[in-house]
């Protein structure tokens, strides 16, 4: 099955199922069941189905364990991102490839050494290579223009980020930030789901432009590409789900 994780802005399917709880080890998360391209999927809202969850006090482990509970295999996710280079305007579409994490306080594993193994997870290449062509593909069957790769940074927020932060991260070869991809990337990864994302340019980071961030711009600009990001989905659905993904199951190590 395929799951949707949408964030900032991006609402569930209408006249889908009414949320539910799924109960994990780590807390409960909220889904909702809908159809994706003539098939059962199901919808997470990141921030819960009001919005009412910060970035820094989201339960990505309780989500990711909830999407492998009811059987997920294949994981698209929103989010929506300030622009740290100025040839990145509001409403661009990028399918992700790598991040840079900056997040300090939040859990960023399932492995935590309780059994007595130490696990390290080979993240060289974090987003699925099979699920990025997928949606390269359909957005090119639907006309979008999506660009391919991008590097997300991941800060804790929830406030917005300084200029000077926002050129160091330019400098560091970041091409979009936000406060929610990190550890949900990870964790997919650790949980043997093939994972991808899809960022939306909101608004230009700190100091490159005259105007402040303003998170009801971010949703408006959300908004807007709502409808565009359910057709994306839609058509990369068929064939997202395999029974072996060479990338992104088998990656644990002990030591």
């Known amino acids: 099955m395929v799951g949707i994780i949408g964030g900032t802005g991006f609402a569930g399917r209408e006249g889908g199922e009414a949320p539910r709880t799924v109960h994990t080890r780590y807390g409960r ?16 809202p990141r921030h819960g189905p009001e919005h009412t969850v910060p970035p820094h006090r989201i339960n990505f482990r309780a989500n990711i364990a909830a999407l492998q509970a009811v059987g997920v295999r294949a994981v698209f996710a929103t989010a929506a991102t300030g622009a740290l280079k100025t ?4 409403g661009a579409l990028l399918v992700l490839d790598q991040f840079l994490d900056f997040t300090r306080a939040r859990p960023l594993t399932f492995f935590e050494g309780e059994d007595g193994e130490v696990v390290h ?16 593909e359909a957005a090119r069957e639907e006309g979008l223009a999506v660009r391919k790769g991008g590097t997300y940074v991941c800060v804790e927020g929830p406030r917005f980020e300084t200029a000077a932060e926002i050129r160091m991260f330019a400098a560091l070869g970041g091409d979009v930030i936000g406060m929610t991809g990190v550890p949900e990337v990870v964790l997919a990864r650790e949980a043997g789901l093939c994972y991808a994302a899809v960022a939306v340019v909101t608004n230009p980071g700190a100091g490159l432009s005259a105007a402040r ?12 590409r709502r ?23 088998g990656a644990q190590g002990a030591s």
Not at 29 to 44: H, K
Not at 121 to 136: A, H, Q, S
Not at 213 to 224: C, G, T, Y
Request: hydrophobic share 45%; charged share 30%.
């Open 29 to 44: 998360a909220l889904l909702q069941d809908i159809e994706l391209a003539g098939r059962p999927a199901v919808y997470l």
């Open 121 to 136: 997870t080979d993240m060289t290449n974090p987003y699925c290579l099979r699920l990025r062509t997928r949606l390269l």
């Open 213 to 224: 961030p303003q998170h009801a711009e971010v949703e408006r600009l959300m908004a807007e």
């Open 227 to 249: 409808e565009d990001l359910w057709r994306l989905f839609e058509a990369a659905a068929p064939g997202a789900v395999v029974d072996w993904c060479e990338s992104c199951r």
């Open 87 to 90: 040839e990145l305007e509001p």
